[in-house]
């Protein structure tokens, strides 16, 4: 089952990327100018310098400050207009207006949005939204990827209660390693969230590391939010109150997972948000449901993580937005003209 887990992974990596080579090297974005729709809108997490340890199980999440430079760059030489996330819903329903946008969203409020990626930003004059968690901001609730990154990067074994008993996972390499992030990834996804995130918390500090101590270490807090809240460019949207999968809760904890975290960015901040990122944001985190609870809220957007660039018909569902990821292990200026193309999105 892991050298199964573990050869999809790989293959799935390779297909992405030789899709995204075949897009860029065939400049097939000048052959289908449609694929391209009206702009897309890109999701962030960390920008940060690269990191030089082999085991990067997030990876994925994590972008240099050049790769967003380029990344800005290879829009702006592409035609396309850099806007604010909030203003989009109303220049797409402009009829005299046929520009072509970008957006650039960053989620869960790191650190290192402030220190690295906001400087990228001012370079270039490009607004940016970063979504807010609660949870994070407060040092209540743990960033679990995390906090499995840290417990299996030191250790050569790690015994964890995945329901039947604790069971002793060998982590001495890296595939190891990653097959075990795979695992408590695969628990936290399946089994109720909330009692999880806290079983892995608690494994973790059995081995001596503080969760929230990594969410002080990486998470900007309240005061360094209102801080960055004076750069003209930067918004603020809301990202719930404890970052959880919206779709296997209940209808009344969705709706104080919205409203409340809407509430939390304006006291940190000093302004309402008017957009809000799913956590998680694929198909089996958020529905017709979410979308309908935003949409009560009052926000004028809100974007999943699932893929696909902008076009006017996004305004009928205005808190069902696509975003394309800039992706930590895609780092090349030609894959950002393959995903800007849309060309990958008709193909999947």
Known sequence: MTLKAAAKRILRNAAI?????????????????????????????????????????????????????????????????????????????????????????????????????????????????????????????????????????????????????????????????????????GFVQTVEEDKAVARLDAAARENGIEPLSIVERLVMDQHELRDLARDPLARFGAHTLTHVNLKRIEAERLRREIFGSIDAVESYVGSKPTSLAYPY??????????????????????????????????LERPTAFNRVSLNGLYQRKRYVRALISGIPFKLM
Do not use: M
């Not at 430079?69 to 207006?97: C, F, M, R």
């Not at 520009?99 to 790191?110: E, I, K, M, Q, S």
């Not at 985190?285 to 660039?309: D, M, S």
């Open 17 to 185: 990327r030789g899709g995204l080579e075949a897009v860029a090297l065939s400049n097939a974005g000048a052959l289908w100018p449609s694929a391209a729709g009206r702009g897309v809108i890109f999701t962030l997490h960390h920008v940060r310098p690269a990191q030089a340890d082999a085991y990067q199980p997030n990876a994925l999440l994590s972008v240099t400050p050049q790769f967003l430079d380029q990344a800005i760059e290879v829009s702006l030489q592409a035609g396309l207009v850099p806007v604010a996330l909030e203003d989009l819903p109303a220049l797409l329903a402009d009829p005299k207006d046929s520009r072509r946008f970008v957006c650039f969203t960053l989620d869960d409020g790191y650190r290192n949005n402030a220190e690295h990626a906001a400087p990228v930003f001012r370079k270039h004059g490009v607004p940016y939204t970063i979504f807010i968690c609660k949870g994070f901001v407060d040092r209540t609730h743990s960033l679990w990827w995390e906090t499995a990154e840290q417990l299996t990067r030191d250790k050569d074994a790690l015994v964890f209660d995945f329901g039947n008993g604790p069971e002793a996972l060998a982590i001495r390499d890296v595939a190891g390693k990653q097959a075990a992030i795979e695992r408590l990834s």
């Open 281 to 314: 944001g694929y198909a089996t985190a958020v529905g017709e449901r979410e979308f309908a609870a935003t949409a009560e809220a009052g926000l004028k957007i809100a974007v999943t993580t699932q893929p696909g660039v902008l076009n006017v018909s996004n």
